[in-house]
């Protein structure tokens, strides 16, 4: 029995396996409004078989998005747009989730077929990026960020708990919090991005802080039966990093607020990454870690592309769920060519019937 091909139920949402369409950037709204291009991608994954579709890493506000190509969740125009994705993915027989994020000193950057690099700040397009300190991520990114005040700070929690009403509104039922990969939130938690001397910097506990209180904020207005869960950066492999028995705490205190599932992913708060062990499914033993030391239903991406890969995280139980991103966009059946090669029976019945029908006995 394959249990890549088992069903997860986490809350009152239930996953037909643990196949998940990872977030991934599409950089093809205007003004932050999803459109044919988003039902097409998202869509597609669903009809493939995926048990859970994510659509992209979405601000919370216009200064909160990457590039202004990404998506957004800051008004009622762009939730209605969301809706008949959402629909889709759902009929199809996926969950539909969304990220939702703020791009923190890493946002008003070009596309990464347009150079991934900041916009100059004269470009009419640009807009100031904002960070816990006044200290640039460098590299291609140059562009030194706004240290927001405490106002801000506030505000940008509103902003979250306001996105997370409008994704509630739009039909999404799994909520992640982007937590990771350098962006705003990460990058309060990281002693690399923060050099903050009040109660937002500094220490352990003042650096989980803005986590802490986001989660709570989103927690109290996300319906408890959908999971709310997290995108965290767990290690910067990088020794002036958070170390990862931070992350293992923060992980457990978020739990004891609400937290229903970590994606575990790295942090991505300086340019220089050479620290990171890459090889195949590099990511799953710090997902098995965290979900032994932490008590906690993990998700782990990064480097899985074959089904038996798949397969094993799962059965060896490092992650309940894998995230797969390029993977899904080199072959949207993945989940379909999967259940094939791991001998599950009637493979055909993972597409719906309109392929299926067609499929019987392949
Ligand atoms: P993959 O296994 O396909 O990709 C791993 C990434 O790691 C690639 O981007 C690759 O960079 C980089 N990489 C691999 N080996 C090395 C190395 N030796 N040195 C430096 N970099 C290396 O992972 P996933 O498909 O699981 O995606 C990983 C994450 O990226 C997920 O969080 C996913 O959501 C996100 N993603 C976002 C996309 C988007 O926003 N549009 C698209 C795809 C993924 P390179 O490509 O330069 O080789």
């Known amino acids: 029995m394959s249990k890549l091909f088992s069903e997860l139920k986490l809350k009152d949402v239930s ?14 709204a205007e003004e932050g409004v999803p459109n044919e291009w988003h039902l097409v991608h998202l869509g597609a994954r669903a009809i493939g078989g995926a048990s859970l579709v994510i659509a992209e890493a979405t601000g919370v506000t216009p200064e909160g998005r990457i590039t202004p190509g990404c998506t957004g969740l800051w008004n009622d125009e762009q939730a209605a747009a969301w809706e008949p994705i959402v ?10 989730g969304i990220q939702i994020g703020h791009a923190g000193r890493k946002a008003s950057a070009n596309r990464p077929w347009e150079g991934d690099d900041h916009i100059p700040a004269s470009d009419p397009r640009a807009w100031e990026p904002l960070g816990p300190s006044a ?42 919090l982007h937590f990771a990969h350098g962006y705003l939130a990460q990058s309060f938690f990281s002693p690399i991005a923060n050099k903050r001397t009040d109660e937002y910097g500094g220490s352990f506990e003042n650096r989980a802080r803005l986590l802490l209180e986001t989660l709570s904020a989103v927690r109290a207005v996300w319906p408890e039966k959908y999971p709310l869960t997290i995108r ?23 739990k004891a607020k609400g937290l229903d599932l970590i994606d575990v992913s790295l942090g991505f708060n300086s340019p220089d990454v050479s620290g990171v062990p890459w090889g195949p499914a590099f990511m799953a033993p710090f997902a098995q870690r965290i979900k032994e030391e932490a008590a906690i239903p993990t ?62 006995g392949r």
């Open 15 to 28: 996953l037909r396996n643990r196949i998940v369409v990872s977030p991934m950037c599409q950089y093809s």
């Open 87 to 96: 629909k889709f993915v759902k009929r199809h027989g996926a969950a539909a």
């Open 135 to 176: 200290v640039a991520f460098g590299g291609n990114l140059p562009r030194v960020p706004h240290d927001m005040s405490k106002d801000e700070i506030a505000q940008l929690q509103r902003d979250f708990v306001a996105a997370a009403k409008r994704a509630l509104g739009a039909g999404f039922e799994w909520l992640v």
């Open 232 to 254: 965290l950066g767990v290690s910067d492999f990088n020794p002036e990093g958070q170390p990862m028995e931070e992350s293992i705490e923060l992980v457990k205190q978020l």
């Open 299 to 360: 998700a782990v991406g990064w480097l899985i592309t074959q089904p038996q890969q798949a397969e094993d995280i799962v059965a060896k139980g490092q992650a309940d769920l894998v995230m797969l991103a390029h993977q899904e966009l080199d072959d949207p059946h993945f989940p379909y060519h999967a259940a094939k090669a791991l001998g599950v029976a009637q493979p055909h019945q993972v597409l719906p019937s309109q392929y299926a029908h067609w499929l019987k």
